[in-house]
């Protein structure tokens, strides 16, 4: 600073520099520390703890200085904080909303009056955060937490909920899940990581003031391993997790078979590409990328592409743009190693690059550089390092543009720069990402959900539709805690399939042989194996197909086909053709019957029941084709926002044994009626209603290939679809061996899973399903769509 | 009469211009939030916009007076004491130009060489400021402007023109005030508040600068919405897409409504940020105003001694 001090009027009058800033001094929060000798423990039970030797983690500001220590806990810590975090919830969920609602907007009043302390403490651990953002977003959630009596009634909360973020996120995204579940009425469990630690441990301080329950928001700090060891107290019900890809695939496999439903929000490494048509507003698409790709502490990884027509203004404004932008910090020092061998890789495959400076020899610094002529193999553009590197892709058409950017295996985030309104909505629609930022980039309120696709993530954060992540229908069950068992997951499910050896015969009944339905046809499994069907009673009904690998890739391939054909039908089109399956069960209503009643001995008239339970509920799949719908959330920017549900693509369906035909119809509709195509495995133990289904399906105006039915053996066909990736999601009823692989494998890539454990469901004789309860239908169509936001400002 | 239509392409260019409101109100404000340190560096941007400043008087009662008061202020903009102290006194600190109407240019010229300044005079001409006259006493006008003495001249566009889209005849125009000039500087100004959109504002600077503008002025300061920054980034895009495709640098000068030092600055952080430091000298960026000379003076007093100044304390324009 010296040497600035004695710059005279006349030195600056020349250069025209803005001065430095004197940095602040954080005094307010130093404080705060100093209150806490500057050495963090846990918040649990309503209180600070601080365990004496335990492993610390020392908190670094920018300049490398110590801000304060965190402490690692163990597992005795993790199981006292379990334990009073399930009393908090206790005394928390019995609380009525309105009371919920009363202490968050408390707390929204709380942080405004402490918004010096907590925003220089979020500075100072390097993880700055907007607080009227927060502020925001506490009372929107107080609003939700008023409404739920009203608005959600047959929803429970999930219980203690585990919120796991890593370091690499925002400060606000570990609230973005925590303010909800609270609204919802669980009791929380954060798991910061190091740098968040020391905010998370303030604001959930600034909690108690607000009168909150002890126990019901407790803080746990420590290393990476934290997480998994929180997952396996037996005490929480529900675990997500904000961080990045590696991360979350090993939490994930970790914590495969506890019985813990978990979800994975991997926005961090997220890959978006940044569009720029020909039709845009060159200028101002160059100044967004230079703001949104250079930033110290970026959301996302950008990744620019650009219409060929106008690529080279765009460069030359670039270059313009670029110079006299300083260096930018990286992370770490191995950053920069990471940075300099992808900069080294491009130079190579022949890249050029803008850049503002040359690099300085060594250091965690680099200037913001544009990587330009790069082609999508070239590893940069596939999975840019961090740092601010901004590769540069260049496309012919719109429909190029907008395949170039769906060719990545992110789908969190994109921003698409044009004047042109049809080519916006229409490149709004098609891209594969959770949301669309036009002529704007990363906008965000708490009305709007955020939904990764692909492998950004498997859970809804924000606006109504992130509540349900904490919800479950009151009739429904949780899935069972469980310990996992020793597992061999490159086994699960490979056992070959046998031919049938003839045993002994019986001429008093002849059996048939079943098909199964693939892409619209009757067919034999790809093996040409087959199993026997058995009545309760050990009588053989028929023989059916025994399907595995092949079988479910050549439905893939037929549901891919046309899927995006029956998404593009109107919904009302939709609709008759779901009256039309209805109307030919109806038809077949007492072939089905006799079929239920063969496979199950049920009595006549019970299977009857569910016969007709099922053409209702198919009608009500109908009809709710063209009425779940998104909207437009009012919002405080000018402009306006989409939020719309979009159909996931191709869904598997392990099929459980109860209500054979009930249950088939019921999520077969779910899927079908939000666009989805449908693989469905029926029951190993009762296939028959589903085989005899398939004439049903043959017979109505659902297009061939939307829905497949493949028969055989559970495991086997589990694994098939859980190594296909073109599948989206697994609907899965069975056991908790299978709930453990499917966890397990399918957290790389990423699915959506729904887990249910028949050993322990299965006994309440399939009420689930006969259940009217709305909120069970609800939970069926919220599986079965993803969240898309399109933000297009205004002036 | 000159007729030359700008070249196919040129047109062209002017066609496909589109410029997205949001995004431009919104960097509007990111230039805004660019902070100049205090102290010194405060008291060395107020300087620089001294420098810049075209000194103006436009009123139906200027009369030779208040016009000979208008020059001295000119040459000596701060208090010469308060310029010693900061050790500007000799560094030529004087305003760029002072700006009055064509039949008090004599006037201005007089004063001026009597003080034995080479500032220079600049006229606002071409039936300021509707330009709702013939062209022929447009054209006239700008011609005895000169003849006086003008080393500037301030011209207005046709807003009928522009607003109708016929390009190529305002082209026309500002080519033959650009004739008329001579060797004065010209100055056009596009009455950025008449012209409805931000598009019409850029098409307007482009076709401006194609006809031979050395500066593109926002606002006459008679309209009611004058000098904004949204569309002063509107106007330097322009700047910068011109020189890009032709490697001319074209100066710009917000006019009306700009009263405050803080104001200045920001004026000059948005020059510095959108074109670079080149664009912050007196060549190539002038802020059009009358009343903000005194507010930087009283932030100059305060930079200085420590106190906030009474008005009677510094002279008057």
């Known amino acids: 600073m010296a040497n600035s001090t004695s710059k005279t009027v006349y030195d600056i009058f020349q250069s025209m520099e803005y001065g430095a800033y004197s940095p602040s001094t954080a005094a307010t929060a130093r404080a705060w520390l100093e209150r806490h000798s500057y050495s963090l423990g846990f918040f649990m039970d309503g209180k600070f703890v601080c365990p004496v030797d335990r492993q610390t983690h020392t908190v670094t500001d920018s300049t490398g200085g110590t801000v304060c220590s965190v402490i690692c806990a163990k597992d005795e810590d993790i199981s006292s904080c379990g334990s009073s975090a399930s009393a908090g919830f206790k005394t928390w969920s019995e609380l009525s909303g309105h009371r919920r609602a009363k202490v968050l907007l408390r707390l929204a009043s709380t942080l405004q009056r402490y918004t010096q302390c907590v925003s220089e403490l979020c500075d100072l651990c390097q993880s700055p955060c907007s607080l009227p953002a927060l502020i925001r977003l506490t009372q929107y959630y107080a609003g939700w937490a008023q409404l739920q009596d009203t608005l959600m009634p047959e929803w429970i909360p999930r219980g203690v909920v585990a919120v796991v973020v890593s370091d690499d996120c925002s400060f606000h995204s570990i609230w973005l899940k925590v303010l909800p579940a609270l609204a919802m009425g669980n009791a929380v469990i954060m798991v910061p990581g190091v740098k968040l630690a020391p905010p998370t441990l303030l604001l959930a301080q600034l909690f108690m003031e607000t009168a909150l329950p002890a126990g019901v928001l407790s803080v746990v700090t420590g290393d990476t391993s934290v997480g998994a060891r929180v997952a396996k107290n037996n005490q929480i019900s529900y675990l997500t997790y904000s961080g990045s890809q590696q991360d979350g695939e090993v939490l994930a496999k970790q914590t495969a078979g506890w019985g813990l439903t978990i979800s994975l929000c991997l926005s961090v490494s997220a890959e978006c590409p940044f569009i720029i048509f020909e039709s845009a507003d060159i200028d101002s698409a160059v100044d967004g990328v230079i703001e949104a790709a250079f930033k110290k502490k970026k959301d996302w990884q950008w990744v620019l592409c650009v219409q060929e027509s106008v690529l080279d203004s765009v460069v030359s404004r670039l270059k313009l743009r670029i110079t006299g932008l300083k260096c930018v910090p990286l992370g770490s020092e191995s950053d920069r190693t990471l940075v300099d061998v992808a900069v080294q890789d491009a130079l190579q495959q022949g890249a050029t690059l803008i850049q503002s400076c040359s690099p300085p020899a060594s250091g965690a610094l680099y200037p913001p550089t544009v990587l330009c002529g790069l082609a999508p193999p070239s590893s940069a553009a596939v999975s840019p390092p961090p740092g601010p590197l901004l590769p540069l892709l260049s496309f012919r058409s719109a429909a190029e543009g907008v395949a170039l950017g769906n060719r990545t295996p992110h789908g969190q985030a994109a921003s698409i720069w044009t004047e042109d309104l049809n080519l916006a909505l229409e490149t709004a629609k098609s891209l594969c990402v959770g949301s669309v930022w036009v002529n704007s980039h990363s906008v965000m309120d708490p009305s709007l959900p955020q939904c990764g696709r692909r492998d950004s993530g498997n859970c809804t954060d924000g606006g109504k539709e992130g509540l349900y992540q904490f919800l479950r229908p009151s009739p429904s069950p949780a899935l069972p805690r469980s310990t996992p068992t020793s597992l061999d997951y490159a086994a699960f499910g490979t056992t070959a399939s046998g031919f049938m050896v003839p045993e002994g015969f019986d001429p008093s009944s002849v059996t048939c042989s079943c098909s199964q339905y693939v892409g619209g046809k009757l067919c034999k499994a790809d093996s040409g194996c087959s199993r026997t069907v058995q009545a309760p009673g050990g009588a053989v009904l028929a023989h059916c197909p025994d399907g595995g690998r092949k079988d479910v890739r050549n439905a893939v391939e037929a549901a891919l086909k046309v899927q995006p054909g029956w998404l593009r039908k109107s919904p009302a089109a939709r609709a008759l053709s779901l009256y039309s399956l209805s109307d030919h069960l109806e038809k077949r209503r007492r072939e089905m019957a006799a079929s239920i009643q063969a496979q199950t001995g049920l009595s006549m008239e019970e299977a009857d029941k569910e016969v007709e339970l099922s053409i209702s509920r198919l009608s009500d799949w109908a009809a709710r084709c063209d009425k779940q719908s998104g909207g437009m959330p009012p919002l405080p920017q000018t402009g306006s926002a989409l939020s719309a549900p979009e159909a996931l693509g191709v869904v598997g369906v392990v099929l459980p044994d109860a209500k054979p035909l009930l249950s088939l119809v019921s999520l077969l509709g779910a899927a079908v009626s939000m666009g989805n195509a449908v693989i469905l495995v029926p029951s190993e133990k009762y296939p028959l209603p589903a085989i005899d289904f398939i004439q049903v399906l043959q017979a109505s105006d659902i297009p061939a290939g939307v829905v497949s039915v493949i028969t055989g053996r559970r495991n086997q066909l589990t694994q098939a679809l859980a190594n296909h990736s073109e599948i989206q999601a697994i609907w899965y009823w069975g056991s908790l061996e299978g709930c453990q692989f499917l966890q397990h494998t399918c957290s790389s890539p990423l699915k959506r899973l729904w887990l249910h454990c028949e050993e322990v469901e299965g006994n309440d004789g399939g009420k689930y399903w006969s259940h009217s309860s709305p909120s069970l239908q609800e939970e069926m169509w919220r599986e079965a769509v993803v969240w898309k936001s399109v933000w297009i400002p205004t002036a | ?317």
């Open chain 2, 1 to 317: 009469i000159l007729s030359n239509c700008p070249a196919l392409h040129n047109l062209e260019w002017v066609s496909k211009v589109r410029v997205n409101t949001q995004a431009v109100l919104k960097r509007a404000q990111q230039v805004q939030g660019c902070k100049v340190a205090k102290k010194q560096w405060q008291a060395a941007w107020l300087l620089k916009a001294v420098t810049c400043i075209d000194l103006t008087t436009l009123s139906g009662d200027d009369t030779p007076s208040n016009v000979h008061r208008l020059c001295m202020k000119a040459v000596q903009p701060v208090r010469h004491d308060l310029l010693k102290s900061m050790d500007m006194h000799d560094k030529g600190i004087t305003t760029a130009a002072v700006c009055v109407y064509p039949s008090r240019v004599a006037d201005a010229v007089k004063s001026l060489k009597a003080a034995n300044s080479s500032i220079p005079v600049a006229s606002v001409a071409t039936g300021f400021p509707a330009g709702q006259t013939p062209l022929k006493t447009r054209l006239e006008e700008v011609r005895m402007a000169v003849e006086d003495g003008a080393m500037e001249i301030d011209i207005v566009i046709n807003r009928t023109l522009a607003l109708t889209g016929q390009w190529a005849a305002l082209y026309d125009e500002v080519r033959q005030f650009r004739e008329a000039c001579g060797h004065a500087h010209m100055k056009t100004i596009l009455a950025v508040g008449e012209l409805g959109t931000f598009t019409n504002v850029y098409k307007a600077s482009l076709v401006s600068m194609m006809a031979g503008s050395d500066f593109i002025k926002t606002s006459t300061g008679k309209e009611s919405v004058n000098a904004t920054y949204p569309v002063a980034i509107v106007m330097v895009r322009a700047i910068r897409d011109y020189y890009l495709r032709t490697g001319q640098k074209v100066g710009f000068k917000p006019a009306g409504g700009i009263r405050t030092a803080q104001e200045a600055v920001v004026w000059l952080a948005l020059m510095k940020e959108e074109l670079g430091n080149e664009w912050l000298s007196p060549h190539l960026f002038r802020l059009g105003a009358s009343s903000l000379l005194a507010d930087i003076e009283r932030q100059i007093y305060h930079y200085v001694t420590g106190r906030y100044a009474a008005y009677h304390e510094l002279p008057m324009a």
